[in-house]
């Protein structure tokens, strides 16, 4: 079975600074993929970026990226430069392969950006 | 542009009605899928369905079906409503494997009084 952690309930940031939200995850499966999620107040859910378990190197996107640790089963993902927009709820997503496709999502992250 | 669309963004609902809540894809995609989400527990999966005809329990079925007749198309169906299925209902749908994005809709708050 999948798991996804996110320890985080709430995070705070000053804007223009960078912050990092945790998320760690469980899997058997030796093939997966991890995503991030943004979903504003509005209740959308806006897809960030993605990091398959084979990629070599760390993804971005933009002002987003993915410090993806396999042998600790971590993807944290770094926003850089916050901006108010960005305060939101942030989900912490994987899927595998074969048998376990289904989406597994952690419970979240609110971030909270300060003026 | 995928499209993801639910066809009710808020209903307010009497226990015991039925309640149906529709979703619609335009990617021609395999995986369509239903979650439940509450404050502080993430996003649940309800019911999930791989292929038209096709479907399967998630982790919370109970007082919940589901149709899919069509590809683009997958309902939600709550038979008879209860005040703890008030909630935020969110649909989506993605191509089969790993690699490829889970596309959502904007949402249904239902309210059951």
């Known amino acids: 079975a999948q798991k996804i952690t996110q320890t985080q309930p709430g995070m705070f940031v000053q804007e223009k600074e960078a912050v990092t939200l945790d998320c760690t995850y469980d899997?058997?499966?030796?093939?997966?993929?991890l995503f991030w999620y943004k979903q504003p107040s509005s209740g959308e859910m806006i897809f960030l970026i993605y990091q398959g378990s084979y990629d070599q190197q760390n993804a971005t996107e933009g002002r987003y990226s993915l410090n993806f640790q396999k042998a600790r089963k971590s993807a944290n993902l770094v926003i850089s430069a916050s901006q108010l927009g960005d305060s939101a709820m942030y989900f912490c997503a994987m899927r595998g392969s074969g048998g376990s496709y289904i989406p597994t999502f952690g419970r979240g992250t609110s971030l909270i950006v300060h003026p | 542009d995928v499209k993801v669309t639910q066809s009710s963004r808020y209903l307010v609902k009497r226990t015991g009605e039925k309640v149906f809540l529709e979703c619609v894809q335009d990617?021609?995609?395999?995986?369509m899928f239903w979650y439940r989400q509450d404050p502080g527990l993430g996003l649940r999966l309800i019911y999930f369905s791989y292929d038209v005809k096709m479907k399967e329990k998630g982790d919370i079925p109970e007082g919940y079906s589901v149709s899919r007749e069509k590809k683009e198309r997958f309902s939600l169906i709550l038979e008879s409503a209860s005040t703890n299925q008030t909630s935020m209902y969110l649909c989506?749908?993605?191509?089969?494997?790993?690699?490829?994005?889970?596309?959502f809709g904007e949402g249904s708050w239902l309210t059951v009084v």
């Open positions: 989506a749908s993605s191509r089969d494997g790993q690699g490829n994005t889970i596309y």
């Open positions: 899997t058997s499966d030796p093939s997966y993929g």
């Open positions: 990617m021609d995609h395999e995986n």
